[in-house]
């Protein structure tokens, strides 16, 4: 058990970075884009592929997310420049990039990574020489975990990689082009009167979001040990599931709130579908179908909620006012 | 400051809806000046907002701000120059964004927008001096989210982010109309203030005949996409409602009834 919700976290908070740039493009910018499937793998792609050819795996996942940010320009020029509706663009840089990402990958549909060196591996060395594995597994092991995980390394790597993309991402949306940004999505027509260029907008924050999915598809590629190029399929989902169950949960007061709960929602996203899995007759391939009805239970959840808690609060009322009429 | 030479614009031109909205538009507003424009629906004042806004392009004829050709200047970018307010009072705001955060963009308006933050501790205390003269108590609530507050606070909002950075044009697309009186009154007191305080250069459409003639020094009246009534100077602080209704009466010399009952 403690191992596979070790495993849930490790990988909920790589899925996060894919999470915050979902919700760049689907609540700061109002823009249900689907250019994520393709750039997910886009983003695998461009590292295994510089791993594989000796290029040091720090830059190879840099790379790998330009190569996202430039995507999700190309969906925004489609979008502005283009004047196509929203959802169209990002299908059809989506399908476009399926056969670009095959074209990245030499034409083979998986590139295989255990052998190279990735970003975790190498801090892999210098961290099991410090101990701290064998320290928190005896931890681990006194708080009566029956099997502990190999290494925590890519968990340190993961939080401290999500926690910096977070405060850049907090800082960005304060910025007098961020707060432009987030007008874009919420009263474009107030922000162009107040001179901001609504289409480099979009085209711009469409690509740092795509540039996050990137990035979690570069790491998610190194952490597996391969890139399929089938792997982005659903990606959108798992995206706007972890940005709704995070809302949900934890609220959007404030983009530093909101953030962090997009984060959280990610890793609550996988432990509840590790539990899912856990069920005698589910197995991983209904995963897109639990993903599904995860986020339908979200979105429907707090709106039920409200309408019990204001009936409970009229029917209150009345009672009142009932009480009230018999003791006069 | 600024100039509309020759302006024409047909909708739907050729088709049977063919629209001639604006025809042979010469319009020239000095460094100061405070016009009213009234005219029944379909009059083309709106059209003229847009073509000065640049949310409209013109058919033909030059739009200038301070001698410099704006005609084919994009929107975003004339509106370095132009502070505008709409008569929706949901439009000029953005909702789910603060009210510091909201004056901050409108701070930014006539600045190139960078990776500065937005809202810093010496632009609060700015917001705050601004948002002191609506007494509206704003001040006290520069991180409440726009959403939140009433229309006419919205509104009040709206005109001070449009006219604090001192555009060199004022539009003010009937800004009241769609408030309660008590609340159109009070933005209608707080325009005259802060156009005097900034000397804007204000052109205001409204359908408050009233309103037209309490404020600015010059109006103009339009109709089927004509200026046929302008009148500035002391002619128009002579003017009154029945004035105006008969000027109209007598230039196009037909029946009032309808306009009296949307105009009045």
Redesign the interface.
Known sequence: MFFSMFSAVEIGIIYAIMALGVYLSFRVLDFPDLTVDGSFVTGGAVAAVCIVNGVSPVTATILATIAGFVAGNITGILNTKGKINPLLSGILMMTALYSINLRIMGGSPNIPLLTETTVFKMFGDFWSNTGIDQQLNSWAKAWGAEAVPSTWIVLFIMIIVTIIVKLITD??L???????L??TG??E??????????DNLKIVGLGFSNGLVALSGALIAQNDGFVDLKSGIGMIVIGLASVIIGEAIFGKKTIVRTTLAVILGAIIYRIVLTLALKVEFLDSGDMKVISAILVVGALVTPKFIATIKDQRRRQRKRLELQDKAKGA | MLDLKDISVTFNEGTPDEKKALQDINLTLEQGDFVTVIGSNGAGKSTLMNVI?GSQKPDIGTVEIGNKNVTSLP??????Y?G?V?QDP????????TIE?NL???Y???KK???????TKKRKELFKEYLNTLHLGLEDRLNAKVGLLSGGERQALSLL?ATFTEPNILLLDEHTAALDPSRAELITKLTGEVVDKFHLTTLMVTHNMQQALDLGNRLIMMDKGQIILDVSGNEKQSLTIEKLLHEFKRIRGQQMENDRAILG
Do not use: H
Request: aromatic share 8%.
């Open positions: 800082f960005f304060k910025t007098e082009v961020g707060l432009a987030r007008a919420d009263n027509k107030m922000i162009r009167s107040l001179s901001a260029n609504t | 806004s929107e975003f970018k004339r509106s370095r132009i505008r709409f949901m439009a000029g705001t953005a909702p789910s964004m955060e901050a963009m409108a930014a308006r006539n927008r960078g990776l500065r933050i937005g809202v982010m």
